[in-house]
């Protein structure tokens, strides 16, 4: 199977007082290109810690990333960061759009993080379609829904078309029934824009609309069901 990023023997460990927790105990796993992983896993189990180093937000204790032809390791904060900018799209459990702004703005601003200058106006109005918020551009976060916020939320993130589409507990403000519409918008993204997607979900009722789903159990990951 194809991969778009490969990590090798991630550790995480983590100072607390003097106690040290080895939260991560050397992690191998493949993301497939254009497919919807899923990490699960109880609450403390890792989960965030092994998102975050993927996504270059944290550095492992051990180990290494590739990506893009290209290991973290070997690469100084400027470049992770222009990377994140422009190859990388994240989308958090708390939704985090800028509340002084409408949705044409919010994702405006993540086109211009990325630098991207040219077809911009046709570009956001796209993604606001994809997500189906096409008609409430310039509505504020404040007049809108949870599950709408959070559709707002992803068509930012995957703005600047990026490679990989980060999301932690992305449903997890959410009920079922909006959880569910956000993982069918995954899919949808991932048909349409050729994205890849890495989540992470309590959620049993979503597992099932992962292809691939891996499951964080005390420091070390296992694949539980791949389609
Ligand atoms: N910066 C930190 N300093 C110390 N301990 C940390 C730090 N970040 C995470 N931990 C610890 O690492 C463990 C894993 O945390 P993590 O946030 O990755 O879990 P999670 O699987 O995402 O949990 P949840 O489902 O609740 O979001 C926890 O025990 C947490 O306390
Ligand atoms: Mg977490």
Known sequence: MDAIMTAKGIKRDFRVGS???????????????????????????GKTTLLNILSTLDTPTEGDVEFLEKKYSVMND???????????????????????????????????????????????????????????????????????????????????????LFADEPTGALDTENGIKVMKLFRHLIEKEGVTVVMTTHDPNLMELGDVVFEMEDGELFERREN
């Open 19 to 45: 106690e040290i927790l080895h939260v991560l105990k050397g992690v191998d796993v493949d993301i497939l290109r254009g497919k919807l992983t899923i990490l699960k896993g109880r609450s403390g189990s």
């Open 78 to 164: 400027a470049q992770k960061e222009k990377m994140r900018r422009e190859e990388l799209g994240f989308v958090f459990q708390s939704i985090a759009l800028i509340p002084i702004m409408n949705a044409y703005e919010n994702v405006d601003l993540s086109l211009r993080l990325a630098g991207i200058e040219t077809d911009k106006d046709e570009r956001i109005k796209r993604v606001l379609s994809l997500v189906n918020m096409q008609d409430r551009m310039l509505h504020m976060p404040g007049q809108m829904s949870g599950g709408e916020q959070q559709r707002i939320a992803i068509a930012r993130a995957v703005a600047h078309s990026p490679k990989i």
